[in-house]
């Protein structure tokens, strides 16, 4: 008899997203002719840069011809892509990471989720709430959770609520955790996390034999130079931490796929016999036995990310994703609205006005606006009475959607 | 204390590539004059068809355009990729297999090694010996073996011995199994599965409620018309059986990176408490889960393999590599040797001469002839004494590793 894994049953019915994309398909069916402006999942809108798009193109022409032809590269990615990460991303911020740190994949959805295959199942996990659902949920399906109770709080995770009260900063866990999640700027908030704040991270991390998983894949919308980009800035770090990065929303990669996860050699974890041991080789194994590296083409597309020319029209692309999200947080704000977020991230956060739950909020803005959003219960029970809208979206879009939010709720 | 994933201390020191990387290195520095010949990965060398990079650099183009820009795709693959596979790889030769039932990837490798996150930690897993490493693997990292002796066999994993005393067909397992991986054309054999020995494993899993990973990677380059290219061509396999198959061998792919899994609706497992439980939802839900969908520039790429254009295009490179196959398999036949496979596939296989270890002769033939090929004691203990030649090379160098092998052994 084949056994499946029955930690899987534990999931909830459906990803948030699917749920959404199901109450926005019916409504459409129901209002055919309704223009409705999707402001939910965080996808990019904008043509992918020209720096970008040239290198990709070049790098086919090369797959073209006997002499440049590249067929398997390096599983860890190839050495022009790492050497640039290490430089650009790492070194010029004055934070010693070297290239064979660098583990170039195809998203940070998968990184997040396959880098549990290397720790053990008895770890125990802290996650922010509300969070990213992808964390919670690989690690129900790895085993690490007991079932859901009626808010969707998994037994045996440990949940650390980020809210208005606390000034969204999660508070250290009561009892000893051993894996913990931290995104910044986070996703859903949009809210960042200051030096002070990562350093108590790392010194608790430090002091408890922890590992911090943290997720930045939103730091180029960073843009307060005393906001750390990355957890390396903070002394220490990289004895505890493992970075992920992506490509997806600073360069628009969302749909041509490539990201990266930053794991330091001299980071270690314990075995179950009490001895220490070396993560980077694990990585390493796991990313050599079950994954292939990422397409050569698109490895090229995303070095030209750190040509000249790359950079300023990244820049523009963030520039033009931040003044939406200014124009959200303004319009909403002008309305009575609080909003949380939208300044150093590309998600602005709002309480639902009045006593909307979220899911109320969500179906009468679609309703009364034909905006869709996400409503903050789905990123965890701590998330009720919140709502996050996304700066992805063209200029006139943003516009529309700020005069429907405002003639909703005024 | 964050623990990590003890059973990877299990693994055997390297993945077999990197240690023939590291012999082939070290020779290399201490002959850099050495014009050393790899026959040893599969990996192809000729040039990616023009269909299918004309393809790719239109979807860059769009890329570039927001009216056409794509962000996130579905997470199972594009629609009009998964309709042209199930058209194509499987309508058209009677199978019965839907576009939704189809779920595009990066790869086969990581497709084979992820695929155990949907089943329980209990399940008998048998493997041929030899085997393509990654299925054994996978399994010790996940748990579900016990140490290696010292022949590499792990405690727990049934193995099936295929030589060329059995004619390389795998005997049914004397004692009950639930996952079964059966690779045919095969890696590394290069032997086929005919109809007769397919059906005796439909049928042994469908009388012991077993499920068979069937990697079909190889299957473009079967040549003899009563070899089934797919498991669902035997009656009755859509109940026991998930297909892997992959663009990178027919299509050039092992750098461009785009593969695809087959789980039929029907397929059911079963619950720890013995209820029946569909495995489509499961990996749907993995996939959603912990994977974001192939670039869309790479799908469009994928797509034009089934053009007319395409279609031209792969058959020539097919009959390309299979020329290679047989030139190596007569050449050295020639001069005594035993060679299997080659036919059907794009390995050679061939009975180590005299009383040579894999080893042995693998640096022998380094030595005096310059040539990388892979040793069969890599794939597991019942290769010892074989060794594997890949048809992937140049036409030019699969002539001259024809007469420096010859100069070798003759």
């Not at 704040?197 to 010194?203: E, M, R, S």
């Amino acid at each position: 008899m084949a056994f499946i894994n029955d930690h899987y049953l534990k999931l909830k019915a459906g990803y948030l997203f699917p749920e959404i994309g199901r109450r926005v398909n019916k409504f459409c069916e129901e209002n055919p002719n309704a223009a409705v402006i999707k402001l939910g999942i965080g996808d990019v809108t904008e043509p992918l840069p020209t720096a970008i798009r040239e290198a990709m193109h070049a790098a086919i022409d090369e797959m073209g011809e006997a002499g440049s032809f590249r067929g398997y590269g390096p599983e860890q990615g190839y050495g022009f892509l790492r050497e640039a990460i290490a430089k650009n991303d790492f070194q010029s911020r004055g934070v010693d990471i070297s290239a064979d740190e660098i583990f170039v994949s195809d998203g940070s959805k998968c990184d997040t989720g396959n880098i549990l295959d290397i720790f053990g199942a008895n770890n125990k996990v802290a996650v922010t709430d509300p969070v990213y659902p992808v964390y919670v949920d690989t690690n129900v399906m790895t085993g690490r959770t007991g079932a859901a109770d009626e808010n969707g709080r998994y037994a045996g995770l440990t949940y650390l609520p980020v809210t208005a009260e606390n000034n969204f900063v999660a508070p250290l866990p009561e009892s000893p955790v051993d894996l913990i999640y931290l995104c910044y700027p986070n996703n859903p908030t949009g809210t960042v996390a200051t030096k002070e704040t990562l350093k108590q991270w790392v010194d608790y991390a430090r002091a408890n034999g922890s590992i911090i998983l943290f997720d930045a894949a939103y730091e180029a919308f960073i843009t307060d130079p005393e906001i750390p980009h990355s957890i390396y800035e903070i002394e220490g770090a990289k004895d505890v931490a493992i970075e992920f990065r992506s490509f997806s929303k600073n360069a628009g990669f969302t749909g041509t796929r490539c990201a990266f996860t930053v794991v330091p050699k001299q980071l270690k974890g314990t075995t179950a016999s009490g001895e220490p041991a070396e993560i980077h080789p694990l990585w390493n194994r796991r990313h050599c036995t079950k994954f292939n590296g990422v397409s050569y083409i698109i490895q090229k597309g995303a070095e030209a990310v750190y040509s000249e020319q790359g950079q300023e029209q990244i820049q523009s692309l963030i520039a033009f994703y931040l003044e939406n999200a200014r124009l959200l947080r303004e319009g909403l704000e002008s309305v009575g609205i609080s909003v949380y977020g939208g300044v150093n991230a590309p998600y602005v956060w709002l309480k639902t006005p009045g006593e909307s739950t979220s899911w109320e909020f969500f179906d009468e803005l679609l309703q009364k606006a034909h905006l869709v959003g996400t409503p903050g219960s789905g990123f965890g029970a701590s998330g009720e009475g919140y709502f996050r809208l996304s700066a992805f979206n063209t200029r006139n879009n943003i516009n529309e959607a700020v005069t429907r939010f405002q003639n909703v709720v005024s």
